[in-house]
């Protein structure tokens, strides 16, 4: 067996504009000036960004995806007809499903059953075959995606790119976006902005960068929570950045400084970006030029910073620019007198009360008891929390129930007895839609910045009532 052959060069191409497969348009992409967010901003410098959504998979992905298998092939590692297996969802998928395309190999994506349906058409329409396991299971359950993953790679005898560990990752990078960015910029870049999730792409190009003048700054963008920017690798909810560990291109001595930003401005300026510029940016794109604006504000006039652009907002309709998700997670408000108002006014307990998945059911009671409330979230970890580390909730009426039915519940974890979440409601959000939800729960979780800040009652709703039914009373007689 043997890898395919180098493509041949065809005479009649010769003088045309023609490229010879979808394979050679990987790389070479554009940079822009970010004109109207640097006059917004009052930024000094130049801002400039590397359009990585012109990629043929629109996404930085091809560049690692396109040298992983030309590694692979050079390693012997995947011959012709062969197969790629990688427990992917993302934009990695992409860039491999093209380049498999064009070589002749088959796909295998293994994604867990918690990723969006588009995610799996997108990868299943270019020919590849996707296999959903159940999130809900184990790491070392046969059934969970790695283990799906693993096998799946022995009994095909496949080849798995593994982009966490491989250096054709940085390598692709150090190849071709480095090399692109000094000349683009005439050798003059004095700083380089991108979010890190691999650390793929600002090893590789600080590689790169750093050889040809080691006085340009390297800048990674990370989610606040995630381990690079040191966080403890707790949810966020900005994709494709930030890890819960360090993968294998992660090497700091090279950035001059890693900047965290929270999902509410990463999610801002993805909108803001995509609003006056003209260029749709998704969550991670906008997580990077929060970090570029910040880094060109501080620099000089002469400066070109550069933030790279890794994919577009189109994958991200159905949440950054969606409207109604971004009011239901407190990133955007809809009205001036809402939920948050209720709480200013009526709620005299400011901080979220919870209890852990492992405190007791008594230690709950006695919670509820001291400070005169019914329900409770039940929540991983210490505050502040992440919408994703709510794992149910406990009411006084299913307590009493459930020690009725069986008086040893009492010094059982909560876990064994909690419900299902509260339905979540922004602090932006009308206040006429959180009283349409409290009709079916008595309570909500109020989430602000993408986390839970507090608890919304029925009581909390008519002492706001009261509350404004007095004062409209002293005006009325003042
Ligand atoms: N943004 C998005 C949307 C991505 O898919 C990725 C890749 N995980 C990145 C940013 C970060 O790039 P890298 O993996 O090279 O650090």
Not at 361 to 377: D, W, Y
């Amino acid at each position: 067996m043997t890898p395919p052959e180098p493509a041949q060069r065809d005479p009649r191409l010769d003088g045309t504009a023609i490229h010879s497969s979808v394979v050679d348009l990987i790389g070479d992409t554009p940079l822009v000036r970010l004109k109207r967010i640097s006059e917004t901003h009052a930024i000094p410098s130049v801002l400039a960004m590397k359009m990585e959504t012109e990629n043929p998979g629109g996404s930085s992905k091809d560049r690692p995806a396109l040298e992983m298998i030309l590694d692979a092939e050079r390693e012997g590692l995947l011959q012709s007809g062969g197969t790629i297996v990688e427990p992917t969802s993302g934009n990695t998928g992409v860039g491999l499903a093209i380049v498999a395309a064009q070589r002749g190999y088959r796909c295998v994506f293994v994604m867990t059953d918690k990723v969006a349906p588009e995610k799996i058409a997108l990868l299943k329409a270019y020919g590849a075959e996707v296999l959903v396991c159940p999130v809900a299971v184990e790491p070392d359950d046969p059934q969970s995606y790695y283990k799906v993953a693993e096998r799946l790679t022995k009994e095909r005898g496949a080849f798995r790119p593994n982009q966490y560990e491989n250096p054709s990752n940085p390598i692709s990078h150090t190849l071709t976006t480095g090399p692109e960015l000094w000349r683009q910029t005439d050798g003059r870049i004095t700083h380089f902005v991108a979010g890190a999730g691999t650390c793929g792409t600002i090893t590789g190009v600080a590689r790169y960068l750093k050889e040809q003048n080691p006085d340009i700054q390297i800048v990674a963008a990370d989610p606040e929570g995630s381990v690079f920017s040191g966080g403890s690798g707790r949810p966020y909810l900005v994709e494709g950045v930030g890890e819960d560990f360090f993968p294998a291109a992660w090497v700091p001595e090279l950035y001059d400084e890693v900047i965290a930003i929270s999902d509410g401005e990463s999610f801002l300026t993805a909108r803001e970006v995509s609003r006056v510029e003209g260029i749709l940016v998704g969550g991670s794109g906008g997580l990077a030029v929060a970090a570029a604006i910040q880094v060109a504000k501080r620099a000089q006039p002469d400066d070109i910073v550069v933030v790279l652009n890794p994919d577009s907002g189109r994958g991200y309709l159905s949440r950054v620019f969606d409207d109604e998700w971004m009011v239901n997670y407190g990133f955007l408000a809809e009205c001036e007198q809402c939920v948050g108002t209720v709480l200013e006014v009526a709620r005299d307990i400011e901080e979220l009360l919870y209890v852990n998945p492992d405190h007791t059911v008594r230690q709950a009671i006695e919670l509820m008891r001291i400070n005169g409330v019914s329900q409770l979230p039940v929540c991983k970890n210490t505050p502040p929390f992440a919408a994703a580390e709510v794992s149910g909730a406990v009411d006084e009426l299913d307590l009493m129930d459930a020690i009725n039915r069986d008086p040893a519940v009492m010094d059982t974890p909560i876990d064994t007895v909690m419900g299902p979440k509260l339905p979540t409601v922004g602090v932006g959000q009308r206040l006429e839609q959180a009283i349409a939800m409290l009709e079916r729960s008595p309570a909500l979780l109020v989430l602000s910045g993408g986390r839970p800040v507090n608890i919304l009652t029925r009581t909390d709703v008519l002492s706001y009532f009261e509350a404004v039914a007095d004062v409209g009373e002293i005006h009325r007689t003042a």
